[in-house]
């Protein structure tokens, strides 16, 4: 399957002749075995925030409209920008990352290399990757946070997060701005799915959903061009926050 991941900067797409593309193929039973369901998680009855959960027609995926509350998510937030352990970094020219567990370096679309970073801030590990635990989400803690901030307007590429890098599970977290989540069959690329995510609610990429379908958000093309022309005229337009909780398979 071809995998792609996000774009790269500019700068360093110029610097890069050849660009390598990974090919991995992922065995059926390694995809039957990470596919999460709806029908296996806790009962909602007994945990709220699993109120509503949907796997939206694709087998692995799961959305949870509900998972954080109005605190949770203003907690959350504090912690991400609180934390000082590392910098926004701006290797994309579009959003800003931090990664916490394991720090890549970007290259021609691609991440070229990997080395270990501070641990995530307590909430994201104790509050947040124990609960995914908790809720059947995962088997065990993810090793990675990674936190992209969006200028308004912006997306990102659709893409199959590296399967020769990351573990078979993958969590988000979106904060901030309602989204447009949209998943793309690799193999029917005509087949697409669209969820709306709310603030504070999460999505789960297991089984075909991880493995066998990309996933995007398509940029508000008029707004972030506007933003990107003078962004002194958009002083309050949101930027959107997500957190993506991912096995980093170098690193255990
Ligand atoms: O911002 C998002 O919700 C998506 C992030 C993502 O796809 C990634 O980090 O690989
Ligand atoms: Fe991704």
């Known amino acids: 399957m071809a995998d792609s991941n996000e774009m790269a900067p500019g700068r360093a797409r110029r610097e890069v002749k050849e ?4 090919e991995v193929d992922v065995p059926a039973e390694t995809i039957a075995a990470s596919r999460r369901t709806v029908a296996a998680l806790p009962s909602a009855v007994d945990r709220p925030r699993l109120a509503g959960v949907t796997d939206a027609g694709v087998p692995g995926f799961l959305y949870l409209p509900h998972y954080l ?23 994309f020219e579009t959003r800003l990352q931090k990664h916490w ?22 909430l994201l590990l104790e509050v947040l990757a124990e609960r995914f635990v908790a809720d059947g989400l995962v088997a065990t803690p993810p090793n990675q946070v990674l936190a992209n901030k969006y200028m308004p ?6 893409h199959v997060d ?20 949209t998943l793309k069959s690799v193999a029917e690329p005509e087949e697409r799915v669209s969820v709306v995510m709310a603030p504070g609610s999460v999505y789960v990429l297991s089984g075909e959903a991880r493995f066998g379908w990309r996933h995007g958000i398509t940029r508000k093309a008029r707004l972030y061009k506007r933003f990107r022309r003078a962004p002194e005229l ?13 096995d980093v398979l170098e690193a255990t």
């Open 19 to 22: 660009c390598v593309r990974y």
């Open 69 to 91: 509350s109005a605190e949770e998510q203003s907690a959350v937030l504090a912690a991400i920008e609180g934390d000082t352990s590392v910098d926004w970094s701006d290797a």
């Open 101 to 122: 567990g394991w720090a890549f370096v970007y290259e021609c679309g691609q991440i070229v290399g990997g080395e270990a970073a501070p641990p995530a801030p307590a």
């Open 153 to 158: 307007g912006n997306g990102i590429g659709y």
């Open 162 to 181: 590296r399967i020769d890098l990351f573990g078979d599970v993958i969590i988000g977290v979106n904060l901030v701005v309602p989204t447009k989540f």
């Open 234 to 246: 958009l002083p309050d337009e949101p930027w959107r926050v997500s957190l993506t909780f991912r």
